[in-house]
């Protein structure tokens, strides 16, 4: 389920005109987001803690909470 999160969130990247690289781990890629799209960020920063404090910590305590973010979480595409 973790896994299905993290692919959503890269889909809704994607369709902002961000996408990501082949093998580009969470961090980096919301590192790269901060320097493409500032706008995005925070939120982004925000749901990659909430990804990978859940993969990594292989509990599911906080999945409704991430899932909750993902929905309000809608990119629009690029500024220009």
């Known amino acids: 389920q973790i896994d299905q999160f993290f692919l959503r969130f890269c889909l ?46 292989a509990s599911t305590t906080r999945t409704k909470a991430l899932w909750e973010e993902l929905r309000r979480f809608r990119p629009r595409t690029r500024p220009r």
């Open 12 to 57: 809704r990247m994607e369709r902002a005109g961000i996408k990501r690289h082949v093998g580009e781990g969470a961090r980096d890629f919301a590192q790269r987001v901060a320097i493409e799209r500032p706008d995005l960020k925070d939120d982004v920063a925000r749901l990659t803690y909430l990804f990978e404090a859940q993969r990594y910590a």
